[in-house]
């Protein structure tokens, strides 16, 4: 069995609820940790960051992602 690579498995479940989120949340943040979604959707990326410290330490990966409808693309050059 593959072992999945780092925050894999947060984007494949930001992926599954995109589209019910981007209803009525679009612009702000949501914060995963593996499966787990924590409670309630964040303005600011700094609000998101700091719940998912609280909720799953600073020793823990978790994903901090703003939900829009199509995804920006950066280009750095």
């Known amino acids: 069995?593959?072992?999945?690579?780092?925050?894999?498995?947060?984007?494949?479940?930001?992926?599954?609820?995109?589209?019910?989120?981007?209803?009525?949340?679009?612009?702000?943040?949501?914060?995963?940790?593996?499966?787990?979604?924590?409670?309630?959707?964040f303005d600011e990326f700094e609000e998101a960051f700091k719940a998912g410290i609280r909720q799953f330490g600073p020793g823990r990966d978790f994903l901090v992602k703003q939900i829009w409808k199509t995804q920006p693309v950066y280009f750095v050059v």
Not at 14 to 19: I, L, P, S, Y
């Open 1 to 41: 069995m593959a072992t999945a690579t780092p925050l894999e498995t947060e984007l494949q479940v930001f992926e599954e609820h995109r589209q019910e989120w981007v209803q009525s949340h679009v612009g702000k943040f949501v914060v995963i940790q593996d499966r787990t979604v924590v409670r309630g959707f």
